[in-house]
């Protein structure tokens, strides 16, 4: 032991033989101060010379953010404790002269353990017969907060914080060797990131944005004072309460121990503690509930954007476990939301569709090749409240539920658990495309009656013939000879039945899943099944249901002639560190796409779409006349797609694409699919995708659509 060593130690010693520290209280104290003196003992040292496992540095929780596609417009954080760190150079010197003076004064001095500090702390507790004050050093403290965030049961976690000696000393120990490791400054940096201000407000830069609406670089000393102050105890010490007594009190004494260790000077602190409590609170946004108000609308894309990632494997195990992970993750997330054509279609969906209505009228837009969502909107507004909802559209449940309008949270466009609508004759488009890829032409032409009794098997009713599936036209205008153009463009169902009937309805069946179509339901998870899916006759018709998510995707994979991407919401998924997150070697915000169809066969089938919207085809004959030439007219650029409505007029869709864009629309009513929309409600899917489009693509380039090769045309 050096001199100096022995003459620390013999400091601690007539405190012993005084009979203030006894017993187990003793062997406590003596093996940090020693240590602290440079005079332990061979296995004492030996215990410091790596950091235990306990205190392996685990990431605090932190705040993700999510923003819009640009990367700079806030949809809203997600978090458990509201924390985001901030180097010591971002924080306002003020705020660390202020936690220095309040809770460790002499932190500059000793290396991790305050022997004095410790001393005088059992003299006055064993006088006062209790703890009355405490001896943990700024260091110490961090210690403490590392070991509970880093705890991964509730066992460890209260190990980390009840008040025993043996937690004591292991404190101690770690404080010793983290001091070692680390310099002052760090070890500032690190506490001031992981102390707790009140408010769900972890951290000096969540302190800072909850209490000031400022950053931590721009805290005057009054507002460090006060923070600083806060710290000791979060709840006694609330300034934002309506009696600051407490926390004036508190801060004027974090002030006063700055002038007393040289940090500010005496007029400074004068002038400081005449001043006023002024905040300016601000609760972060936390979930998809809270996104801007003036924004409201984009919480169903985040509503899709969390169900989205409690998918995903990169994120956890289980969908608790990834959940988790976002809420504490401290992701940096840019979307693939475009707040310009997201607003653009709430504008002209609420043109036609006011958010009272019980109809939910609602559109999706997706980018061809990437997958990316573009856009997703409807006319509703998010939230969890449904005092002032309207009446529930089915008179059986009005007693006891209310509608889900104006306010809801359920997933209407797609990416939860409701089923979705029936899509009606925009499934003609698997049918089509079906055949197509079996090698039937364009050219292929059948004589559509009016009524055309099916080889199909089902159960009596308006559409069927004996035992058989007899559908018929919507007009008898549609009666007479027809192609995959003239067919698709008029929508002729009778066409469309022999169409499916010759490439098998288990093929068009199998196409829609190929293209990213799921079953939700029983019936359809039934019907869709290998003992069924062949005499799924009423397929082609849009009997199953779907979401405008699904369906806008369809049409986006024709636009990207036959290449399928997964609808995907997040552009960039950046760690806490700034890199770009990764999985089994890929980016997790990365396109996910692969051929699906042959390029000729989308190409094709895209040929004959263009004859819906009044575009015409660039290889056929449309048949003189479409279902939906308001489309071109209104967009006056090349464009394709297909308009369905079901049974009954139940709900009325849209889906329309360019080589740029793709977007679906629908109109049902999603508490009771009974109701129908009626004959006036037919059209606005088709207004309300062409004006969004038209909008989206104002300035970009007129693409043209690939024609298809002669093979796909004449066979």
């Known amino acids: 032991m050096t001199k100096s060593g022995l003459a620390k130690a013999g400091r601690i010693a007539p405190l012993v033989r005084a009979g203030l520290i006894a ?39 932190q705040t993700t953010y999510v923003y819009a596609n640009d990367g700079r417009t806030l949809l809203t954080t997600f978090y458990e404790e509201h924390r985001r760190p901030v180097a010591i150079g971002e924080m306002s010197p003020f705020i660390t002269k202020a936690i220095v003076a309040s809770e460790d004064s002499r932190f500059y001095e000793h290396n991790g353990v305050d ?59 770690l404080a010793l060797e983290l001091e070692k490791r680390i310099s002052k400054a760090e070890i500032l940096e690190r506490y001031l990131n992981s102390a707790y201000f009140g408010h769900r407000a972890y951290g000096i830069f969540a302190a800072a944005e909850v209490f000031f ?29 309506n009696d600051q ?52 609308d984009w919480g169903f894309f985040c509503d899709y954007l969390r169900n989205w990632w409690m998918e995903q494997p990169a994120f956890g195990k289980t969908s608790r476990d990834r959940l988790e992970n976002l809420r504490r993750g401290g992701y940096k997330i840019v979307t693939t939301i475009d707040p310009k054509i997201q607003r653009s279609a709430l504008e002209h969906i609420l043109d036609k569709e006011k958010k009272r209505s019980v109809y939910a009228h609602g559109e999706v837009v997706i980018e061809p090749g990437t997958g990316r969502i573009r856009a997703m909107a409807v006319n509703r507004k998010y939230s969890l409240s449904q005092k002032k909802n309207g ?36 499934f003609k488009i698997f049918t089509l495309l079906a055949a197509l890829d079996e090698g039937m032409p364009l050219s292929t032409a059948f004589h559509a009656p009016k009524r055309y009794v099916s080889k199909y098997i089902t159960a009596p009713g308006p559409a069927t013939c004996g035992r058989h599936w007899c559908p018929k036209n919507a ?45 939700r339901t029983e019936i359809d ?5 290998p003992d069924h899916a062949d005499g799924w006759g009423a397929f082609t018709l849009g009997v199953s249901d779907v979401t405008p998510v699904e369906m806008a995707n369809v049409f986006a994979t024709l636009g990207a002639e036959g290449r399928y991407c997964e609808p995907l919401p997040v552009r960039m998924i950046n760690t806490r560190d700034g890199k770009s997150l990764e999985y089994e070697g890929k980016k997790v915000a990365g396109p996910r796409c692969h051929q699906a169809l042959r390029p000729e066969v989308a ?17 056929g004959s449309c048949g003189g006349w479409e279902t939906s030439p308001m489309v071109h007219a209104v967009m006056n650029r090349p464009v394709a797609g297909k308009s369905g409505t079901t049974d009954s007029n139940r709900s009325a869709w849209f889906c329309g694409f360019t080589p740029q864009l793709a977007a679906a629309a629908f109109v049902a009513d999603p508490d009771n699919p009974d109701n129908t929309v009626g004959t006036s409600r037919g059209t606005i899917s088709k207004y309300t995708v062409a004006q969004t489009l038209k909008d989206a693509l104002k300035g970009k380039p007129k693409l043209k659509f690939t024609p298809p090769p002669d093979e796909m045309v004449h066979g």
């Open 23 to 61: 017993g187990i209280a003793v062997a406590a104290l003596i093996f940090p101060l020693v240590a602290l003196a440079g005079a332990a003992a061979k296995d004492g040292a030996d215990a410091l010379q790596s950091m235990p496992e306990e205190l392996i540095e685990v990431p605090s929780a």
């Open 115 to 173: 022997a004095k500090g410790v001393a005088r702390a059992f003299v006055a507790n064993q006088q006062a017969g209790g703890v009355s004050q405490g001896a943990s050093t700024l260091t110490m403290q961090y210690v403490r907060m590392a070991l509970r965030d880093g705890a991964k049961t509730p066992m460890q976690a209260l190990k980390a914080t009840e008040q025993t000696t043996a937690r004591k000393l292991r404190e101690m120990r």
């Open 213 to 241: 609406s400022k950053e931590p670089k721009d805290l005057t000393l009054t507002e460090a004072a006060l923070l600083a102050g806060v710290v000791k105890a979060p709840s006694a010490y609330d300034p934002a309460t």
């Open 245 to 296: 007594t407490s926390a004036t009190e508190r801060r004027n004494y974090v002030i006063d121990q700055m002038v007393k260790i040289g940090s500010i000077s005496s007029a400074q602190a004068a002038s400081a503690k005449k001043t006023r409590i002024e905040l300016r609170l601000t609760t972060p946004p936390n979930d998809c509930v809270s996104v801007p108000k003036k924004h409201n």
């Open 391 to 426: 009446e529930h559209s089915d008179r059986r449940k009005r007693d006891d539920t209310k509608g889900n309008y104006p306010n809801t949270v359920n997933p209407l466009l797609g990416g939860g658990d409701m089923a979705g609508y029936q899509a009606g004759s925009t």
């Open 475 to 519: 007009s008898a205008s549609m009666t007479g000879r027809q192609n995959m153009w003239s067919g698709f463009g008029k929508s002729v169902n009778t066409y469309f039945v022999q169409l499916e009937q010759k490439v098998g309805a288990e093929k068009a069946v199998r196409m829609a899943e190929r293209l990213g179509l799921k079953w």
């Open 525 to 529: 998870r039934t019907l869709a099944g």
């Open 603 to 619: 190409q094709a089938a895209t040929d004959a779409a263009r004859c819906v919207t009044g575009y015409g085809a660039a290889r």
